[in-house]
C-alpha cells in the first residue's frame, strides 16, 4: 500500500518559504507565544503544565520519526520531518528549558527547591532535563564531527530521557489520560523498531 503525503507546496516561492529553516522554528515557537505571555504577567505555576507537556510532545515526535521512516518509507511528509528531526529535538529542550525556569520562579527559594528534590517527581525531572541540555548541546554538526563515534551512544541518552520525562509525568500528573495518549504511540513504534532490528518482523506499510 502506497501512502501519499506533500508538506511542501508546489510553488516554488512558497516552497522556499516553507523549506527555510526560519519557517520551521517559527512553527516550533508558536505554542511558547502564550507561555510566555504568562510569564510576562507572573503567573508563573500556569507556565509548568503547558510547557512540560510541549517538551514531551516535540520529544516524543522526534522519536517516533525513525520508526515510522521503518514503517512508511515513501511517505514524504515523514521525509521531510526527518530532516529536521534535530530541531524538535532542540524545541524540545527549550520548552523542558522554559518549563524549568518557571518552576524554580514558582518556587521562588533555592532552599525551597532543594528540600524538593528527593521528591520521585522532582528529580526525574532535573534528570531528564540534564540529559535535554547534553542532548541539545551535541545536537550539531561541530559536535558531531568532534565527538566522532561517541555521537551516536550519546544521542542514545535520548531513551533515557524519555523515560525520565513520562516518570516526572506520572509523579506529578493528577490523571494518567494524557501520559497514556501522549506515550503509546511512541511505545508501539518503538517496539516495531526492535522488532525490524532484530528481524522478528520487516513488514512496512508503504
Do not use: C
Not at 36 to 64: K, N, Q, T, V
Not at 130 to 138: E, G, R
Amino acid at each position: 500500500m502506497s501512502i501519499e503525503a506533500n508538506p511542501i507546496p508546489q510553488t516554488p516561492l512558497l516552497s522556499r518559504i516553507w523549506n527555510a529553516p526560519p519557517t520551521f522554528w517559527l512553527l516550533l515557537s508558536l505554542p511558547a507565544f502564550p507561555m510566555l505571555a504568562s510569564l510576562a504577567d507572573g503567573e508563573y505555576r500556569h507556565l509548568l503544565h503547558p510547557s512540560g507537556e510541549f517538551s514531551a510532545r516535540f520529544m516524543i515526535i522526534a522519536m517516533m520519526l525513525t520508526p515510522l521512516m521503518m514503517l512508511l518509507p515513501k511517505v514524504r511528509a515523514i521525509r521531510w520531518l526527518m530532516h529536521r528531526r534535530r530541531h524538535i529535538g532542540v524545541a524540545a529542550f527549550a520548552y523542558a528549558a522554559l518549563h524549568t525556569l518557571a518552576y524554580v520562579l514558582h518556587e521562588e527559594t533555592l532552599q525551597k527547591i532543594i528540600g524538593e528534590l528527593p521528591e520521585p517527581g522532582i528529580w526525574t525531572g532535573w534528570l531528564a532535563m540534564l540529559l535535554f541540555l547534553a542532548l541539545a548541546i551535541t545536537s550539531n554538526d561541530a559536535a558531531l564531527r568532534f565527538l566522532g563515534t561517541l555521537w551516536k551512544p550519546l544521542q542514545r541518552l535520548t531513551y533515557a530521557a524519555a523515560v525520565l520525562t513520562l516518570a516526572h509525568w506520572i509523579f506529578v500528573s493528577h490523571e494518567m489520560g494524557g501520559i497514556i495518549v501522549h506515550s503509546t504511540p511512541l511505545v508501539l513504534l518503538t517496539l516495531y523498531r526492535v522488532g525490524r532490528n532484530f528481524k522478528w518482523w520487516s513488514f512496512r506499510l508503504a
